[in-house]
């Protein structure tokens, strides 16, 4: 039976105990999960017969009432498509949702599309929205040094850039909130590519002074932020992410410089390998630039019951059934 949980602070220890039994995903992480106000209001749901939770968020689009799942529910591999089903057929069928939405592995699509085609009653997954790729780095193949030949333009740029530039890379501090605050505003209506930016999270990630993170560095000119990146230790052991990255634009090479000194001071943590973070295709193109050993995909779709009193989504996305 599905539980409901929407006082997450005075839930904290509680939560906290799922996710540490039972995440594995980079963004299974209870401060991260408070930060996405931008998906919602912040809701976990949970089953202790099967034995899941889901950190998920409700909201409104227009007329349709919508949950939206934070990556995959925290449960035993073996569970994850029971689990699925159970949080999809909760939030339709006892709280009235007219669309589910899921960001999920791809292998954990085609097997959800399945096994709600097998049962027959009319739950339906969508094309998926938009996918991401997540770039994976074995820190051990990762060289700080940035020697030979594949590094000679990466070096190039970091060189150039605090040659030309009176930079420097220090910890994060309260008194640089305002300015971070402008910099995540900015760099919003900087960019060109077509990712999917949520921007509020930052805000209250920076409002929080950045809770829950492990490293946060903030690269300076003349003492202002022109760049700031951090991340945490995954509840995966060895595996840390880097959650943010965020940049002026009007410096040159500003993305370049500033993820290798994230990679190299990652190094220093001890960690075996890094998360660098899912997008789509252009944010990917542009971190292939430092060589990642391994990448997965993950995919954002919609999934929705069609029934005959309730067509409004028909001709809305195509069915991947």
Known sequence: MMKEITDIDGNEEFIRGYIQRLGFMPEHKFEYFKCLTDEGTPTFLYDEDVGFGVMCFFSKEGKSRIVTSLVEPLAPKEKMIEALERFIKFCVEEKGMDKVILETRYEVKLGLAKRLKEEGKGY???????SMTWPVFIMKNFDENLSGGKWKKIRYFKNKFFKDHDAKVDDFKDEDKEVLK???MDWVKKRTASDHAAYKRYINMI???FKGFDMVKVIKVKDKPVSVFGG???????MYYSCVGIYDYDYENIGEVSNVIDL?????LGVEKTDLGGGEEALTNFKKKFFPDEFYR????????????KKKEEDEEPSLQ
């Open 124 to 130: 339906e997954v969508l094309k998926e929205r938009y």
């Open 182 to 184: 402008e910099l995540v």
């Open 207 to 209: 409002e929080s002074s």
């Open 232 to 238: 945490w230790k995954t509840v995966m052991p060895g």
């Open 264 to 268: 190299s001071l990652i190094k220093q």
């Open 298 to 309: 993950t995919d954002v779709y919609t999934v929705l019951r069609r029934d005959k009193e």
